[in-house]
T-cell receptor, first 115, second 110 residues
Framework: EPEVTQTPSHQVTQMGQEVILRCVPI?????FYWYRQILGQKVEFLVSFYNNEISEKSEIFDDQFSVERPDGSNFTLKIRSTKLEDSAMYFC?????????????FGSGTQLSVL | GESVGLHLPTLSVQEGDNSIINCAYSNSASDYFIWYKQESGKGPQFIID?????DKRQGQRVTVLLNKTVKHLSLQIAATQPGDSAVYFC?????????FGSGTRLQVQP
């Protein structure tokens, strides 16, 4: 079964550094998403992306965050200057979109630790 | 603001019993709901979904019930097994943004 893959599985960085989290969505999917989950808390929506532009974003997704689809397969989340509170598990997800195809498929996540 | 929440943070059941996990939602405009299962260290895994024009949907050992009158969603797991132990999240979709509830931990006792 096709799956969403994320790399790396763990990322440790110093506060103030830039990080890029990488995702390969399922190949025939058109909508891509980033979510995050702080330890012990619920999964929170960050951003959705379709047709090479952001379609929805949450209040969490401020100017320090950006997303990009640099080629036909990768979908990246960049945090420009990491803060301690950015430490979380970051999940990439994708779906085909449209009525009847809303089911999101999630990757296994990247655990980001900001020191 | 609108929110999705769960009634019980932890549910403990005996192996073989049926489990019922509840969820309250407050966004009356949400039109699609999903239950996800999350095991430790893994991403959310789809279990079952339901559209707002339905009130019940069955899968393999799982049933989702939707009561739009009281904005309530439930997940029923028949003959609960040890492998069902996980955190279960309900989620609602509005404008292509999936909003998760806070989760219920299901513990299956042998």
């Amino acid at each position: 079964e096709p799956e969403v893959t994320q790399t790396p599985s763990h990322q440790v960085t110093q506060m103030g550094q830039e990080v890029i989290l990488r995702c390969v969505p399922i190949s025939n999917h058109l909508y891509f998403y980033w979510y995050r989950q702080i330890l012990g808390q619920k999964v929170e929506f960050l951003v959705s992306f379709y047709n090479n532009e952001i379609s929805e974003k949450s209040e969490i997704f401020d100017d320090q965050f950006s997303v990009e689809r640099p080629d036909g397969s990768n979908f990246t989340l960049k945090i420009r200057s990491t803060k301690l509170e950015d430490s979380a598990m970051y999940f990439c997800a994708s779906n085909q979109g449209g009525t009847g195809n809303e089911k999101l498929f999630f990757g296994s996540g990247t655990q980001l630790s900001v020191l | 603001g609108e929110s999705v929440g769960l009634h019980l943070p932890t549910l403990s059941v005996q192996e073989g019993d049926n489990s019922i996990i509840n969820c309250a939602y407050s966004n009356s405009a949400s039109d699609y709901f999903i239950w996800y299962k999350q095991e430790s260290g893994k991403g959310p895994q789809f279990i079952i979904d339901i559209r707002s024009n339905m009130d019940k949907r069955q899968g393999q050992r799982v049933t989702v019930l939707l009561n739009k009158t009281v904005k309530h969603l439930s997940l029923q797991i028949a003959a609960t097994q040890p492998g069902d132990s996980a955190v279960y999240f309900c989620a609602e979709t509005f404008r292509r943004a999936l909003t998760f509830g806070s989760g219920t931990r299901l513990q299956v006792q042998p």
